[in-house]
Every structure is written in structure tokens, then in C-alpha cells.
């Protein structure tokens, strides 16, 4: 079972961009991986804003992006809001089973 | 709508085994692989086990591989979890979800003494 890496936290200005990544101990991250990114608030149930690499759902922000970046997958926050502030965690398939990352604690300060 | 609820959960001492279920109703429960995750406090989360529509496959994370059993009873609309020599670590809220999409509200898994 992979390892799946995540930076620890961030911080973004609001109004700002930032990348958060997502490596696989196993080599480069790929289309195959079928990369998710969670969004989970404290008290809440976490939800799912970019799946298979780069798909959206209908309740995801436009100003979330999800793609392939030098051999990891990416989420790209382009406009930061204060309701950004949470963490988010990347989710691979690895063979059968899947594997999340560590989570990446993100604040908008 | 789409409501999946848990439940199950509860104390249960080091070695010992609890089963948690996990109704779902709003969908056509059989057409979909389904799975559980886990969040310890204060913790990440940690995917757990999913299971193929007919039951026909199963994958578990390597946690909780040859302890834990996922199942399902498609005309019972449910899913199961069947925990055996649990452990300390594995304390936490358990979720079951349909493709990371719609989510339980958890049920709480304490192992202790």
C-alpha cells in the first residue's frame, strides 16, 4: 500500500493563489490514481470538491482546480476566501485499495 | 435524498468485536460500490474497506486487513462492517459513504479499557 504525501499546512492571502500537492511513494502520480480532494471543516463531515484528477462537482467553487503537476497531483486555489480555511486531503487508488494523505491544513490569513 | 446512517458504534474493550451498520435510503442502494473511512481524534482520515455492488469484491486498507469483514445486504439497503480484535488505535468515527460523494454522520468506535 502506497504512502501518499501531503505538505502540512499552508497559509494564502486572501485573494491569493496556492498549490497544495499530492505524492505517491510509489512513483509519479497519474490519471490512473483517480486523485479526489476533500475539503473537512472542524465539526463537520468532510465533501469531496475535485474527482478523477480534475472533475467537479456542482457545489465546487470555480476558484478550485484540480490537475497533474510534475508527477503529483494538484489543487490550485486561485482567489482565496476566508471559508477556504480548513483542510483538505487527496485520496489515490492504489491497486484495489485507495489511500488518503496526510491532510494539508490550510489558513487564509 | 440521499441519507446513509450508521450505527453500531460504542466502548468495547481491546480484543473484543463490534458490528456497525450503515442504512442507506434515496438511491439504488445495489448499483453502487460502497465504503467506509475512518477519522481517529484529532486525526486525518483513513479509508477503511469498500466493497463492489454484488459483493462479489472487497479491498481493505492494510490497517485492518484479516481483522475487519465489510459486507452488504443489497435487499436490506445496508452495509456492514464487522470489527474483530480491535485495538486501541482503532478508536474513531466510522462513515460510510457512496463514492466520497454523500456521507453518514459517523458512529463512534471507542477501544479501551
Known amino acids: 500500500q502506497a504512502v501518499v504525501t501531503q505538505e502540512p499546512s499552508l497559509t494564502v492571502s486572501p485573494g491569493g493563489t496556492v498549490t497544495l500537492t499530492c505524492g505517491s511513494s510509489t512513483g509519479a502520480v497519474t490519471s490512473g490514481h483517480y486523485p479526489y480532494w476533500l475539503q473537512q471543516k472542524p465539526g463537520q463531515a468532510p465533501r469531496t470538491l475535485i474527482f478523477d484528477t480534475n472533475k467537479k462537482h456542482s457545489w465546487t467553487p470555480a476558484r478550485f482546480s484540480g490537475s497533474l503537476l510534475e508527477g503529483k497531483a494538484a489543487l490550485t486555489l486561485s482567489g482565496a476566501q476566508p471559508e477556504d480555511e480548513a483542510e483538505y486531503y487527496c485520496?489515490?487508488?492504489?491497486?484495489?485499495?485507495?489511500?488518503f494523505g496526510g491532510g494539508t491544513k490550510l489558513t487564509v490569513l | 435524498e440521499v441519507q446513509l446512517v450508521e450505527s453500531g458504534g460504542g466502548l468495547v474493550q481491546p480484543g473484543g468485536s463490534l458490528r456497525l451498520s450503515c442504512v442507506a435510503s434515496?438511491?439504488?442502494?445495489?448499483?453502487?460500490?460502497m465504503t467506509w473511512v475512518r477519522q481517529a481524534p484529532g486525526r486525518g482520515l483513513e479509508w477503511v474497506a469498500n466493497?463492489?455492488?454484488?459483493?462479489?469484491?472487497?479491498n481493505y486498507g492494510d490497517s485492518v486487513k484479516g481483522r475487519f469483514n465489510i459486507s452488504r445486504d443489497n435487499a436490506k439497503n445496508s452495509l456492514y462492517l464487522q470489527m474483530n480484535s480491535l485495538r486501541a488505535e482503532d478508536t474513531a468515527v466510522y462513515y460510510c459513504?457512496?463514492?466520497?460523494?454523500?456521507w453518514g454522520q459517523g458512529t463512534l468506535v471507542s477501544a479501551s479499557s
Open positions: 459513504t457512496r463514492g466520497m460523494t454523500h
Open positions: 485520496l489515490l487508488l492504489s491497486g484495489g485499495p485507495w489511500v
Open positions: 466493497i463492489k455492488q454484488d459483493g462479489s469484491q472487497k
Open positions: 434515496g438511491f439504488t442502494f445495489s448499483s453502487y460500490w
